[in-house]
């Protein structure tokens, strides 16, 4: 076994716990949804939160040719994908959130979680930020653009968010992250990063 190989499998762990939580939310919400008040915004979160969580699966595979992974190493990958399955927690409510027959406000639930997970979000950046600064020292696939200009415009989005919690600037940075992470990813062949 690789030292990637034993890294990717707690890795995968994580992030398939994320994807687990998310999708039996949704699931939930499916079955309640007599009970459901939509919101397109949390809806758009809710898809920024699955793509941040498989994207961060598909890009780790970059990573299969570094020849060492130290402690520090170990601790910031598991810290970013920690981060993004916290972020799975905050987007959807949970089956013990609400009384039976309540009514399940999204646009209401995204403003009372909105400031956690855009909290998370920034702190997964800032994570992925040193992650990026380590790694193009030992990889050459990773483009100088994911190391400065994805963090640096991620981030103005991420303040922007959570300094103006209007329903269009949060439809404008969805609308950014969606067309930023699609657009650069849906032809990304896996074992590079598909970042701007």
């Keep these: 076994m690789s030292p990637y190989d034993f890294v990717i499998v707690a890795y995968s762990i994580v992030l398939g716990l994320g994807l687990t939580t998310l999708i039996g939310n949704l699931a939930w919400l499916v079955r309640e949804r007599a009970q459901v008040r939509f919101s397109a915004i949390h809806a758009g979160w809710v898809a920024v939160t699955f793509l941040w969580l498989n994207s961060a699966w598909w890009d780790v595979y970059a990573f299969r040719s570094r020849p060492v992974w130290t402690w520090l190493d170990f601790l910031l990958l598991m810290g970013a994908g920690t981060l993004i399955v916290f972020q799975a927690f905050l987007v959807t409510p949970a089956p013990g959130d609400v ?9 209401r639930f995204w403003v009372d979680q909105c400031g956690a997970f855009l909290g998370a979000a920034a702190c997964y950046w800032g994570v992925q930020v040193v992650t990026n600064f380590r790694e193009l020292g030992t990889n050459s696939e990773i483009p100088w653009t994911a190391v400065v200009a994805q963090p640096v415009v991620l981030a103005a989005l991420l303040g922007l968010a959570v300094k103006r919690r209007t329903p269009l600037v949060h439809a404008l940075v969805i609308a950014v992250f969606l067309i930023l992470n699609l657009g650069v990813r849906l032809f990304t062949p896996v074992g590079t990063l598909g970042r701007l």
């Design 99 to 107: 009384e039976e027959h309540e009514p399940i406000d999204l646009s």
